[in-house]
DNA sequence: CTCTATGCCTGGGAGC
DNA sequence: TGCTCCCAGGCATAGA
C-alpha cells in the first residue's frame, strides 16, 4: 500500500534507474491499465525519452521528451522495476516498456488496481484525483491557516476527512491512524471540534512522520533489478497500525481496531478520547531521566508565569497530617510510621518498602490514586479558567501512569555518558552508583520515543532554554 | 453541492 | 487436505 514516502521513493529509484532512458516500444497485456486505448498510449510513448519524474501527492508524473506526461498511479499494489531485455514475465505484469539500452521498465500489479494515464504536457492537472488534489504535505505549502480553514468548515469525522486527498495529499490509511494516534485524537472526531493547538500539533505529526518515512525508506533502493515494491515495505516503526491486542506504547492500554468509513481504523481508547468539546487548557507533561536538567527547564515555564504541577510535591501534600492517605498508611502499615507530632516519618517507611517490592506495591496503592485524584483536581481548575498551558512536572511521567492524561508530552534528554557524569557529580556518586540508579530508571530512550518534543540537554543551560522558547513560540502557546 | 456506499481486483488467512 | 468466505485498501463513481 504505497502512501506518499513510498511512491516518492519509487521515484527516486526510477530517476536514478531510468532517468534519460529511452523508450523503442510498449507492450500493454492488460488493456484497462492504460489511458488512451493501448493503440494511441504505444505510439505516443514510441522514442520518447523520460525527462524526468515527478510526483504529486500519491501520483507519478513522468515527463517525456515528446510533450507528453504519463500520471501514474500505483494503488494498492502497483510496483515498477528494470529487468534485463528479455527476462520472463511475470504474471501479475502488466505494461512493459522495452528501453532503447536493452532493459526493460516494467509494470506489475497483482490487483490490477493501478492507473496511468497519458496526457499532453500541461492537462496532467485535468486528469481524475490531479483535478481536486490538495497541498503537498510539507512545511511551506500545508499551512496552519489553510488547516485551520478547512477543519473549520466541516463537520466529517477526522479519518475519513485526513484520507480525502481533495484536503491534504499524501496520507493513506496506515499513516492517518498513526499521525492520530501521535496527535492523540480518535479518529471519529469532527474535524471542526478541534483546538488550533491540536491543528497545530497534527500538521507538525504529519510534516514529521512523512519526513521520517521518507527518510527511512530513502536508502532501499539499491540494484539494477531491485523491484521498488520492496521499498513499499514499512521499516518506520510503527505504534498503533496493525497492533490490536498489543499495549499502547505510551500509556499501556489495549490497542483496538474497529471500523471507521469503511477502513480498518486502529487507535488506543486511552489516549485518544472521542471529545465532545476538546478543552482550551493544553496540559504540558514534562519529565525526563534523572539528572537529565529537567528542573532547568521546568524554570523556564516559572519564569514566565505558567503554572507548574510538581507532581512531587503533590506526593509530599497527600500524605500530610489528617489526610485520608496518611491514616490509611498508619493502619497498613502501622502507627510507628508517624513522628510524634503526626506527620510521616518517611525515613522509616522508605527503609520499611525499600527492596520489598510487595510493600512498595502497597505503598502506591495507598498513594497512587491519591495523587492522581489531586493531579486532575488542579488540572481541572485551571480547564475551568481557561489558562492556555499548564506544566505537569513529574518525573515518573510514565511510571506513574500520567502519559494518557496530558495533552503533549516534553522529555529532557541528554546523552547516556553526559548523563553519568552529570549525575556522579551532583550527588557524588561512584560510578557504579551511577550506573545503576540510571538502569533502575524506565529506559530514557523509550521516553524519548513517544515524546512529542525532545528538548536535548546535552549541551550549555541556555541552548537548552532556547529550544523550549522556540518550540513554545512555534505552537503559539506564549 | 455534500456525503455515503460500492466496485474494482487478487491473494491470503480463518473457519469448517 | 481443500473448500468457501471475507478482508485488505486508494480512488472513481453511482446514488441519496
Known amino acids: ?58 501520483y507519478l508524473l513522468f515527463r517525456f521528451s515528446n510533450g507528453y506526461t504519463m500520471v501514474s498511479h500505483l494503488r494498492m499494489e502497483g510496483k515498477y522495476d528494470v529487468q534485463p531485455e528479455g527476462a520472463p514475465l511475470t504474471k501479475h505484469t502488466h505494461v512493459v516498456f522495452h528501453l532503447t539500452d536493452n532493459r526493460e521498465l516494467r509494470y506489475t500489479d497483482t490487483r490490477k488496481f493501478g492507473r496511468m494515464n497519458l496526457v499532453e504536457d500541461g492537462d496532467e492537472m485535468q486528469v481524475a484525483g490531479l483535478k481536486t488534489i490538495g497541498p503537498e504535505p510539507t512545511e511551506t505549502t500545508l499551512t496552519f491557516d489553510y488547516m485551520k480553514r478547512i477543519f473549520n468548515k466541516s463537520k466529517k469525522v477526522i479519518k475519513p476527512f485526513l484520507l480525502d486527498q481533495s484536503n491534504i495529499a499524501g496520507l493513506g490509511n496506515i499513516y492517518v491512524d498513526e499521525v492520530l494516534w501521535m496527535t492523540r485524537i480518535h479518529p471519529e472526531q469532527p474535524v471542526n471540534t478541534l483546538t488550533d493547538f491540536q491543528i497545530r500539533l497534527l500538521r507538525d505529526n504529519i510534516l514529521k512522520e512523512l519526513a521520517k518515512a521518507i527518510d527511512g525508506h530513502g536508502t532501499t533502493v539499491h540494484s539494477f533489478s531491485t523491484a521498488f515494491g520492496e521499498a513499499g515495505q514499512f521499516q518506520n516503526q510503527l505504534n498503533v497500525y496493525g497492533r490490536e491486542g498489543e499495549p499502547c506504547v505510551r500509556c499501556g492500554a489495549e490497542l483496538q481496531k474497529t471500523k471507521v468509513a469503511q477502513r480498518g481504523t486502529h487507535f488506543c481508547p486511552r489516549c485518544q478520547k472521542l471529545k465532545k468539546k476538546p478543552s482550551k487548557t493544553v496540559v504540558l507533561g514534562l519529565t525526563g531521566g534523572i539528572a537529565t536538567g529537567k528542573s532547568s527547564v521546568s524554570a523556564v515555564f516559572h519564569d514566565r508565569d505558567i503554572p507548574v504541577i510538581d507532581a512531587d510535591q503533590i506526593a509530599r ?32 517507611l522508605g527503609q520499611h518498602v525499600f527492596n520489598d517490592e510487595d510493600e512498595l506495591a502497597k505503598l502506591n496503592a495507598i498513594t497512587s490514586p491519591a495523587i492522581h485524584k489531586a493531579v486532575k483536581k488542579r488540572v481541572a481548575a485551571y480547564r475551568r479558567k481557561r489558562t492556555p498551558l499548564v506544566v ?18 516534553m522529555v529532557v534528554a541528554l546523552d547516556t555518558a553526559t548523563q553519568l557524569a552529570r549525575l556522579m557529580a551532583r550527588d557524588k556518586m561512584s560510578e557504579t552508583d551511577a550506573r545503576s540508579r540510571i538502569n533502575s530508571q524506565l529506559p530514557l530512550a523509550e521516553k524519548v520515543n513517544v515524546a512529542d518534543i525532545v528538548v536535548d540537554n546535552s549541551g550549555p543551560i541556555d541552548k537548552t532554554k532556547a529550544q523550549v522558547v522556540k518550540w513554545l513560540n512555534k505552537m503559539q502557546l506564549v
Not at 514516502?5 to 523503442?24: F, Q, S, W
Not at 497527600?318 to 502501622?334: K, N, Q, Y
Open 1 to 58: 500500500m504505497p502512501e506518499l514516502p513510498e511512491v516518492e521513493t519509487v521515484r527516486r529509484g526510477l530517476m536514478r534507474l531510468v532517468g534519460g532512458a529511452t523508450i523503442d516500444h510498449v507492450d500493454v497485456i492488460y488493456e484497462k491499465m492504460v489511458s488512451p486505448a493501448p493503440a494511441e498510449f504505444k505510439k505516443r510513448l514510441a522514442g520518447a525519452t523520460i525527462d524526468l519524474i515527478e510526483r504529486r501527492g500519491k
Open 317 to 348: 501534600e497527600v500524605v500530610e497530617p489528617d489526610s485520608p492517605a496518611l491514616s490509611e498508611i498508619a493502619a497498613t502499615f502501622g502507627q510507628t510510621m508517624l513522628q510524634p507530632d503526626g506527620t510521616l516519618n518517611r525515613r522509616k
Open 392 to 409: 505537569f512536572d513529574a518525573p515518573t511521567l510514565f511510571e506513574g501512569d500520567y502519559a494518557y492524561d496530558v495533552d503533549v508530552i
